[in-house]
Structures are given as C-alpha cells and as structure tokens.
C-alpha cells in the first residue's frame, strides 16, 4: 500500500499524514509550492508538485500511489466561487484521476449536514452543497470509496471516544483532527468501510471501542 494525500499541507491533511506514517504507510503528499513547505515534512514523506484545479499535473503526482485520501477544503475568502471550486471541481478532478489511476480506495473528508441546505455553513459559498455534490460524484465514479463526514474541528488531544454513525443521522457534536484522522486510515484496513459513508464526532459519554468494531457496526 501507498497513500497518495491531497489537502496534505491543511490541518487535517496533516494528521492524516502523521497517522499514515505511524503504520508504515508509504505517503506521497500533494503540494503546489514545494518550497515553502519542503521544511515542514518527516523527510520519509514524498512530495510531489501539483493543483487538484489542474487534472493534468495530478496523473504524474499520483505515481505509484495505490490509495488515495482527500482532506482538500475551501479556506475563507472573499471569492464565492471556492466551496465550488475546491470542494466540488477539485475533488472531480482527482476522482477521474484515481479512476484513470487504478487507485484500490479512495477516502474523502467531507463534512457533517452536508444533506441540509438550510444550514449556516451554506452562507460561505455553499460550502456543504458542494461537498454534498463531491460525495456523489466520488459515489457513482465506480471506485471503491470511503466518505467520512466529521463534525466540528478542533485542535484538542482526543481524549473522548470515537462516535461512528450512518449518514445522515447525526447533525452536531465536533472531533479533534487527529481521531478523524485514525478513523480515515483505519478505513483503509476495514472491508466494512466499503462503500460506505460515516458520520464521527467524539463524546465523553460514548463508549470505548475499537475502531474496526465502530466501522462493523455502521455497516
């Protein structure tokens, strides 16, 4: 197994390439400027130049990557047009580009309430319909997929337990980076996350459980 990750120099990317890292996971992380950021990965970590927004550079990028992970995400801007063009266009780009790739699984950070347009979060640029567009585009492309659907980021240790739930079923809660982390890297071990979409916050009152069971249980 290699992972290939886009979104890798965002917050939860990161994680994700840390996580990887801690398995033994061979990574290749996207970048578009490799020389602002060369310094700011394990030199184990392969980088490679590339624009989810440009699909011709992603084919080269991808190499002999074999699973793909996505934590690409619009940042705050003043440009409407960003939730479309990242969330949306971006993530149909390296979709096609997975497929054309052979990529074995393709697990995609997408966000909790995507299924509701009366939401606040669709003030800035639609944000979660565009997100909501990217999972079904990833859906019915014919690869294997994981959609996992995080609720609020935080920066926080971890220390609560892990929730999964299926989709559309839960509608608030938050979650450090790095357990949304362990659950999308753990995806790619767990046949039960086939094909699936997962909804995880973390909460002091859940119970303690091993991932692979949580992925078992939604299934």
Same mark, same amino acid.
């Given at each position: 197994?290699?992972?290939? @990750? ?28 490799? =020389?602002?950021?060369?310094?700011? *990965? ?9 624009? @989810?927004?440009?699909?011709? $550079? ?32 971006? $993530? ?8 054309? &790739?052979?990529?074995? &699984? ?9 299924s509701r347009l009366f939401h606040f979060l ?33 920066? =926080?240790?971890?220390?609560?337990? @892990? ?5 559309? $079923? ?9 357990? @949304? ?7 790619? *071990?767990?046949?039960?996350? &086939? ?6 916050? =973390? ?11 949580? *992925?078992?249980?939604? =299934?």
């Amino acid at each position: 197994m290699k992972a290939f @990750v886009a979104g890798a120099t965002g917050k939860t990317g990161r994680r994700i390439v840390e996580e990887l890292l801690k398995r033994n996971i061979p990574v290749r992380a996207l970048v578009r400027d490799l =020389a602002t950021v060369r310094d700011s *990965f394990p030199p184990e970590v392969e980088l490679v130049v590339g624009d @989810v927004l440009k699909p011709d $550079t992603l084919t080269t990028a991808l190499g002999d990557s074999t699973v793909l992970l996505c934590a690409t995400g619009a940042r705050p801007s003043f440009d409407v047009t960003g939730p479309y063009k990242v969330d949306y266009e971006g $993530t149909r780009n390296l979709v096609n580009a997975a497929k054309a &790739h052979g990529i074995e &699984h393709f697990v995609f950070v997408s966000s909790l309430c995507v299924s509701r347009l009366f939401h606040f979060l669709n003030l800035f640029g639609l944000i979660l319909v565009w997100k909501k567009q990217a999972e079904q585009y990833l859906q019915q492309s014919g690869l294997t997929y994981t959609i996992v659907r995080p609720g609020g980021l935080t920066e =926080a240790e971890g220390t609560n337990a @892990v929730m999964l739930s299926q989709a559309d $079923t839960l509608f608030d809660g938050s979650i450090p980076r790095a357990q @949304v982390a362990q659950v999308c890297v753990e995806a790619l *071990f767990q046949p039960t996350a &086939h094909n699936q979409i997962v909804e995880v916050i =973390a909460e002091a009152k859940a119970p303690a459980r091993p991932v692979e069971e949580l *992925f078992t249980s939604v =299934a």
